[in-house]
Nanobody, 125 residues
Framework: QVQLVESGGGLVQAGGSLRLSCTAS????????IGWFRQAPGKEREFVTA????????YYADSVKGRFTISRDNAKNTVYLQMNALKPEDTAVYYC??????????????????WGQGTQVTVSS
């Protein structure tokens, strides 16, 4: 079993940057693919990015490609989401999720087994 905790959210001006962290407990983290999703008020949860279990493959939604970067440090049981050039439309609660073992990333929330509580990101114009 994997327990996930997101951190690093906050308020930032448009054009600014934030780095989110997803820290996991559980011995299966290093074999789990991790995805980031977000949900804005009144909208459905949407895929942002994902990374496979080894970190060799990454996947991005078109809306964040070139601005966001996902990475992982299995020694620290942590996945990072570096968000640059933030826009007001990036405002949402960001969730990390895990699937495994030895899985590839997926853009479908139903493919993930474990979810964190979320961290709020607010981008002001």
């Amino acid at each position: 079993q994997v327990q996930l905790v997101e951190s690093g959210g906050g308020l930032v001006q448009a054009g600014g940057s934030l780095r989110l962290s997803c820290t996991a407990s559980g011995r299966t983290f290093s074999s789990s693919a991790i995805g980031w999703f977000r949900q804005a008020p009144g909208k459905e949860r949407e895929f942002v990015t994902a990374i496979n279990w080894s970190g060799a493959r990454t996947y991005y939604a078109d809306s964040v490609k070139g601005r966001f970067t996902i990475s992982r440090d299995n020694a620290k049981n942590t996945v990072y989401l570096q968000m640059n050039a933030l826009k007001p439309e990036d405002t949402a609660v960001y969730y990390c999720a895990a699937r495994g073992p030895y899985s590839s990333g997926s853009s479908y929330s139903k493919d993930y087994d474990y979810w964190g509580q979320g961290t709020q990101v607010t981008v002001s114009s």
